[in-house]
């Protein structure tokens, strides 16, 4: 679709690949390391609150950025359950750089606002573009076995009837 | 010339070889703090506090692309200006520098951090080396390094023991430092009899492993002598890049280091190191890197700087002691090394270094590097 | 106060989605040589080299090391800066202060990005918080996406507005010789037809990945007046980084929480007596990946009121011709070079400034202009530059 010159003759590359592989091993922290453990072992969300501004933090950190204070150790257990407050739906498909996984196709990603007060950027498990429009409550659909990712321990959010 | 740049506050981690317990922002956090305790300062948009920050962290050992957004939230970002430098820390301490005597801001955080537990040290290297001709060679700074070292020992007669000595001072010199990561009393018999890593480099030639922050306020000078009841200021600094192609260095020479320090030096009036700098704090992730660093910096002629190693007069108490924290070499992450540098020349300044403290401190050396072979060389003088 | 900083030089390579032809340092080599021509400069007088890349893209770790001699940063001093987005405009606003301050009289700023050797997508996803982020992330496409329906919602723009811009940053880069993508877009019905990448947005509506460099060079008041006749001064640099948006990672679509955006127009235009934009400036490059987000960026940065932007549009007032063009050089959505595109809106703004953008310099007469860098979770930097200070 570019209307760039093209030579008269074209050129022939040599291609050298080379692939190496680089891994990583990231700590969470504390305060994120915490959130994993209570999806790992309890299927729950936490996360803690700022002492100053008296927001949730998302994802539970250390400092609070907006208030520049460390936060503390007020946690709040948060529900599985919100409304989706934005979705969009891609129609290519994705790997995940880091883990591999190849990424549902087509798949809506949304903006879930939980009942107590984050916002989440999960998939829907509804893919019909036509009831996706209408899809307003929605609920974890938590991984029964393979837990140990953190927010990826929920496979998506599935429309709940209200 | 204008108002001078003073250091108000400096912090750094107790290095570590493996700090699995907190993220890079929880570790920044733990530095960044303290200078804020000690200076009482805020971050601010109207002149009475921090007006920006600059971060300084590699992407590729944090494995996150924008690596600064690991610690953004720790370091006062917020509706403020924040840059971050992707060399070794010291060029991050430049930077501020240059913003403060633009006259564009007047208080400035500047933080960095490194895991290197986390990365792939060896992997991380040789994604830098040039794709086509040296990366399949499996080339990495090590490698270089001991390219460097085998260059520099045979042009100039330089010898392991000399270098095995270098290590013997700083880790010995780590014992009498809190914050050093890895203190040791050993013999120039342990280091050359230690596992080759990359002939004529052995193990304790080369610095272990290290995770660790460090952070500093700048200040100009009017506000600097309210923040700190002695700030710490730069005289003098200078960079300068080396080509790259390790073929066409002579690798026992270092250019770009003497053009620094030449820099460096005249900004701050220093017409001979040797007697107006009382202390020097500088960058040797392999041994050889004290002695040939040393001679770039022009303490002494070249191949001279064993035999000055062995005078004593680099040792605690001598006229010049180097390294006094105990350097890279005790355990120091690669590009928090610069930043530590300066950090400890500032204790030593400001007579707060304990039992490391150098006698009579009222100038210092700090050095950097970044690279292979060091082909990006920073110098700082500092006084009190 | 220092030094005051004008740009003397300004240099681009011919952006295009792949230069197998070249290899990383020499692309760059081409915006440097092309810069010093501009300036009539040899490599030697320039005292200092900051480099802006996102190196994770290339995956080549150090590059302004592995190209020293190519950018003329032999034995002379410098550092690279990467912040993302908005790396190329930290670049320019590096050697702004190192001039100002003194230590340098001229300096060589360069941004670049050789997008051809990387998996682009996989490096933005990258920029994810390492370990809770994973599995979850989506690329900035989606982001965008989300960004665009926001708009719609809030604002009342239709999808003909945004292909309305696009129409006209397909009509800048036409007359643009380095831009990336020239589409020969002959109408709205045309960007209209096209197909949807993720909805709202079209495969039209969003920017390339591209491989080019930009390259400025810097000078000090007394060197920039015997360099050249017609230096464009940097009048001011305003960096804001936010933490990311609570509902999003570019929007918000709750409408509650502050942009830097605005935050960086206020700063700006308060520090230089700017109070009434659209007159007092006379053109704004900025950084819009999406011709949506140009929309709802008109707003943010003060140029209208919030929720009008679609009618600025709707007016022609952005338009090469109009009252106040936006983007005539075709903008981001024609090129982006991640690492050098904010470089690419300072040089493309100062050449409006100087009266050398050749067929896409706007019909208003530019003593004022103003560029704009996006980036991270929603950093912003703005630069000023005049013709005369």
Request: hydrophobic share 40%.
């Amino acid at each position: 679709m570019t209307t760039e010159k093209t030579a008269e003759k074209k050129p022939e590359y040599l291609k050298v690949e080379i692939a190496r592989p680089r891994s990583y091993k990231w700590s969470s922290g504390k305060y994120l390391g915490k959130l994993y453990k209570e999806a790992l072992e309890k299927k729950k969300l936490v996360t803690n609150r700022c002492p100053k501004c008296k927001q949730l933090m998302w994802p539970p950190m250390a400092v609070c950025g907006r208030c520049n204070v460390a936060t503390g150790e007020d946690w709040v257990e948060m529900s599985d359950t919100g409304t989706v407050v934005q979705y969009t739906y891609l129609v290519f498909p994705l790997w995940d750089p880091h883990y591999g996984d190849r990424l549902a196709n087509p798949y809506p990603t949304a903006t879930i606002k939980l009942d107590n007060g984050v916002f989440l950027v999960h998939f829907l498990e509804e893919k019909d573009p036509e009831k996706l429009k209408k899809v307003k409550r929605v609920q974890a659909v938590w991984k029964e076995e393979g837990r140990g990712r953190g927010l990826a321990d929920i496979l998506c959010f599935r429309t709940i009837e209200e | 010339m204008t108002e001078r740049v003073g250091i108000v506050a400096v912090a750094q981690t107790k290095y570590s070889p493996n700090r699995a317990d907190a993220n890079e922002g929880e570790l920044v956090y733990e530095a960044v703090r303290q200078v804020l305790q000690e200076t009482g300062l805020k971050f601010a948009q109207d002149g009475s506090g921090i007006d920006a920050t600059v971060t300084c962290s590699q992407d590729f050992w944090d494995g996150r692309t924008i690596s600064s957004c690991n610690v953004m939230s720790y370091v006062g970002h917020h509706h403020s200006d924040e840059d971050k430098v992707a060399e070794d820390s010291l060029n991050a301490v430049y930077t501020a520098f240059a913003r403060i005597l633009s006259g564009h801001q007047d208080v400035i955080l500047v933080a960095t951090h490194c895991k290197e537990s986390q990365g792939d040290k060896r992997g991380i290297e040789n994604a830098a080396m040039d794709p086509i001709f040296l990366r399949v060679l499996g080339l990495d700074f090590l490698s270089a390094a001991a390219l460097q070292a085998r260059r520099y020992m045979y042009k100039y007669g330089i010898t392991p023991e000399q270098c095995a000595r270098v290590v013997v001072k700083n880790r010995g010199n780590a014992k009498r430092n809190p914050l050093a990561q890895e203190p040791m009393e050993i013999t120039v018999e342990d280091v050359l009899g230690s596992q080759v890593l990359a002939s004529p480099i052995r193990q304790l030639d080369s610095k272990p492993t290290s995770d660790g922050a460090c952070a500093m306020i700048l200040a100009r000078e009017g506000k600097a002598k309210k923040l700190a009841r002695k700030p710490i200021w730069i005289l003098g600094a200078s960079n300068c890049y080396e080509t790259n192609y390790l073929g066409d260095r002579d690798l026992a020479e270092c250019d770009a280091l003497v053009t620094a320090a030449k820099k460096a030096y005249k900004m701050a009036g220093i017409k001979d190191v040797m007697n107006q700098v009382n202390v020097a704090e500088i960058s040797e992730e392999y041994s050889y890197q004290e002695l040939l660093w040393m001679e770039g910096l022009g303490f002494c002629q070249r191949g001279e700087a064993g035999r000055l190693l062995d005078s004593g007069v680099t040792q605690m108490g001598g006229q010049l002691p180097v390294n006094p924290s105990g350097g890279m070499l005790a355990g120091n992450p690669t590009v928090v090394a610069g930043m530590a540098r300066a950090a400890e020349a500032v204790l030593q300044l400001r007579g707060e270094a304990g039992e490391h403290q150098a006698e009579g401190a009222k100038k210092a050396l700090v050095h950097g590097f970044t690279g292979a072979c060091g082909q990006l060389q920073g110098v700082m003088i500092l006084g009190n | 106060m220092g030094n005051r900083v004008a740009i003397v030089g300004i240099g681009q390579t011919y952006h295009k989605s792949a230069r197998k032809d070249v290899n990383q340092q020499e692309m760059v080599g081409e915006a440097v040589r092309a810069a010093l021509a501009d300036a009539q400069m040899k490599a030697k007088d320039v005292e200092a080299v900051f480099t802006s890349n996102m190196e994770t893209f290339e995956g080549l770790f150090l590059p302004d090391h592995l190209m020293a001699d190519e950018i003329a940063a032999y034995m002379k001093p410098g550092l690279k800066v990467a912040t993302g987005g908005t790396s190329g405009a930290s670049v320019v606003e590096e050697g702004f202060h190192f001039v100002a301050s003194g230590l340098f009289d001229t300096a060589l700023v360069i941004g670049f990005e050789k997008q051809d050797t990387g998996d682009t997508t996989a490096a933005i996803t990258a920029a994810v918080t390492p370990v809770w982020g994973k599995g979850v992330a989506t690329g900035a496409i989606g982001e965008f996406a989300k960004q665009a329906l926001t708009y719609m919602e809030r604002s009342g723009a239709k999808e003909e507005h945004a292909a309305m811009v696009r129409l006209k940053a397909d009509k800048g880069a036409c007359r643009n010789p380095y831009a990336h993508l020239k589409l020969g877009l002959k109408s709205i019905k045309e960007v209209l037809d096209s197909g949807y990448l993720v909805w709202p947005l079209r495969l039209l509506d969003f920017c390339p990945q591209s491989c080019g460099a930009c390259a400025l060079i810097l000078a000090s008041e007394s060197r920039a007046k015997k360099i050249t006749k017609k230096p464009v001064w940097i009048a001011d640099v305003v960096t804001v980084h936010q933490e990311p948006f609570r509902a999003g990672s570019f929007g918000d679509p709750t409408g509650t929480e502050e942009y830097s955006q605005d935050i960086a127009a206020e700063r700006l235009y308060k520090r230089n007596g700017i109070t009434n934009p659209m007159k007092d400036i006379c053109m704004a490059e900025i950084y819009e990946p999406s011709n949506w987000e140009e929309m709802s960026h008109y707003e943010h940065y003060h140029f209208c009121e919030k929720g009008e932007g679609w009618k600025l549009v709707e007016k022609g007032i952005t338009e090469m011709e109009g009252a106040f063009p936006v983007n005539p050089s075709g903008g981001v959505i024609a090129t982006n070079p991640i690492g050098g595109t904010p470089t690419i809106r300072v040089a493309e703004a100062a050449l409006q400034v100087r009266g050398d953008a050749g067929e896409h310099q706007v019909t208003r007469d530019v003593h004022t202009a103003v560029a704009t860098a996006l980036g991270g979770p929603n950093w912003t930097v703005m630069t000023l530059l005049r013709r005369s200070l």
